[in-house]
């Protein structure tokens, strides 16, 4: 079945240092590939999106990638920052029907 | 305008008991999906509705768990014969159905079975 894997499952950065997270997917009919944030007690709300028909995206500190031949994508966040603190979801779905999630990515920005 | 709404928030039950989860999308939005979230971990899809189509039923774990849709609207999750293992966050979320793909998700409901 479709399977969304995610790594690493813990990330403790310096504030101010990078941070990425990758993901693979199993189903190569997969087009569209979100990232949700999910703060302590708080539900998952997007930070960013990309479809299959570009490579990459990028929004102020944040940006994805994707390569669609090795069925990878991953989350780049810049400058991080203590509020950037979270779980941060990988998933991914074809024309944005059954989503499949990633397992969850936990980063620390240490002040 | 109101986001997706959830209740109960919270929800006490004993093991063998039936549950009802109720969820409120947003106001035209045609999809709408159920997760299950265990402590610490991911979303598990569960089932996803659009618009009239039948329902993707293919992430429920157990024919106890069963979900409908009325009117286009409210859907309501109903978990028989509760186990413990039953025990997890449910999530709802909506979505237009207008190409546009990102979900938007309801505060959801802690169901604990004892």
């Known amino acids: 079945g479709e399977n969304v894997e995610q790594h690493p499952s813990t990330l403790s950065v310096q504030e101010g240092d990078s941070a990425v997270i990758k993901c693979t997917y199993s189903d190569s009919a997969s087009n569209y590939f979100p990232w949700y944030k999910q703060e302590l007690g708080k539900r998952p709300q997007l930070i960013i999106d990309?479809?299959?028909?570009?490579g990459e995206k990028k929004d102020q500190r944040i940006a994805v990638t994707l390569n669609k031949t090795a069925k990878h994508f991953s989350l780049h966040i810049t400058e991080t920052q203590p509020e950037d603190s979270a779980v941060y979801f990988c998933a991914a779905s074809r024309e944005g029907f059954k989503t499949i999630f990633g397992a969850g990515t936990r980063l620390f920005v240490k002040a | 305008g109101a986001g997706v709404s959830q209740s109960p928030s919270n929800k006490v039950t004993e093991k063998g008991k039936d549950v009802e989860l109720r969820c409120d999308p947003i106001?035209?939005?045609?999809?709408l999906y159920w997760y299950r979230q265990s402590l610490g971990q991911g979303l598990e899809f569960l089932i996803y509705f659009q618009g009239n189509s039948a329902p993707d039923k293919s992430g429920l774990p157990s024919d106890r768990f069963s979900a409908e849709r009325t009117g286009g609207s409210v859907s309501t999750l109903t978990i028989q014969r509760t186990q413990q293992e039953d025990s997890a966050v449910y999530l709802c979320a909506s979505r237009t159905g207008r190409g546009r793909y990102e979900q938007y998700f309801g505060p959801g409901t802690r169901l604990t079975v004892t």
């Open positions: 106001s035209g939005h045609t999809a």
């Open positions: 990309i479809r299959s028909n570009v």
